[in-house]
């Protein structure tokens, strides 16, 4: 096994995006946070909640394994931003994770990196840990352009962040053709990806090479432990997988399987 997997724990997030109802969520909760406690200690379990349900992820999940994050957070601290809801807020209800720059938010929102940056920065503040989302898109690939869209999407961030911050985020690849579609990259096009943001990450420092890498976009029970068993693939971000406990459930035990 190559030494730099050994030291890396397998991490599983689940996206819930707009989904969930109070009675539905706590069916959920409380099914994962059950389902979680066989997993060991090579493995780690979020789930990122819409904000409203911040309460209840910390009521039902609290004490469990699992820990919790939200899906955004706004580039502000305080003040007359109608809607958003700042890092702190997050941080008020125990949440452990941010995702930033979700390809939803670049696409729907008009996202870029700059902003997705900022985001970055202000979770890290918050005490929270930011899970940077970067992927190109169908065009993009076919057009030999992979590398450079991850590449500058990840630059903009390592950019504005001290080494020390840099080493406390989370990055995950998430090629947009494979989001929500069923069609999942092939466990060797994503590993090159990651192996080409892991060197990336190094430029920085050895701690920054050592975050966690995850690879989003249509993971199943079915394709999760061959991904995950990749050699610069230290887990997955879950999108539609996240929202059935026993989906969720068998691609955190995919990430037990080939951990260490
Ligand atoms: C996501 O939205 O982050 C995601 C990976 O979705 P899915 O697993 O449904 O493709």
């Known amino acids: 096994m190559p030494k730099e997997q050994a030291k890396r724990a ?6 819930w995006k707009m989904h969930g109802r109070l009675a539905e969520n706590a069916v959920l909760m409380q099914a994962v946070a059950t389902g979680a406690t066989t997993l060991q200690k090579g493995v780690r379990a979020a789930v990122c909640v819409p904000a409203p349900y911040l309460a209840q992820a910390q009521a039902l999940l609290g004490g469990s394994v699992v820990a919790w994050g939200v899906q955004d957070v706004s580039a502000h601290t305080q003040g007359a931003y109608t809607g ?3 890092a702190g807020m997050a941080a008020d209800f125990d949440a452990t994770f941010a995702i930033v720059g979700h390809s939803e938010r670049r696409a729907y929102h008009g996202e870029h990196s700059d902003l997705v940056a900022v985001k970055a920065q202000r979770a890290l503040e918050a005490g929270l840990t930011p899970i940077v989302c970067v992927g190109e898109t169908l065009e993009q690939r076919e057009n030999g352009l992979t590398e450079q869209v991850v590449g500058t999407q990840l630059e903009a961030v390592l950019l504005v962040l001290s080494e020390a911050q840099a080493a406390k985020i989370v990055v995950a690849y998430e090629p947009v053709w494979a989001i929500g579609t069923g069609k999942s990259a092939t466990t060797a096009q994503a590993q090159q990806v990651h192996a080409f943001l892991r060197a990336q990450l190094a430029g920085k420092s050895a701690a ?9 976009g249509s993971v199943k029970p ?4 061959e991904l995950f ?3 610069d693939i230290d887990g997955g971000l879950i999108g539609g997988a996240s929202l059935k406990s026993n989906d969720f459930l068998a691609i955190c035990q995919a990430a037990q399987n080939v951990s260490v």
């Not at 397998?10 to 996206?15: M, P, Q, R």
């Not at 920054?208 to 989003?216: E, Q, S, T």
């Open 10 to 15: 397998k991490l599983v997030i689940g996206n």
């Open 208 to 216: 920054v090479a050592d975050v966690p890498v995850l690879y989003g």
């Open 229 to 231: 068993a990749q050699q």
């Open 84 to 86: 958003e809801v700042a």
């Open 222 to 225: 079915e394709n999760a432990e």
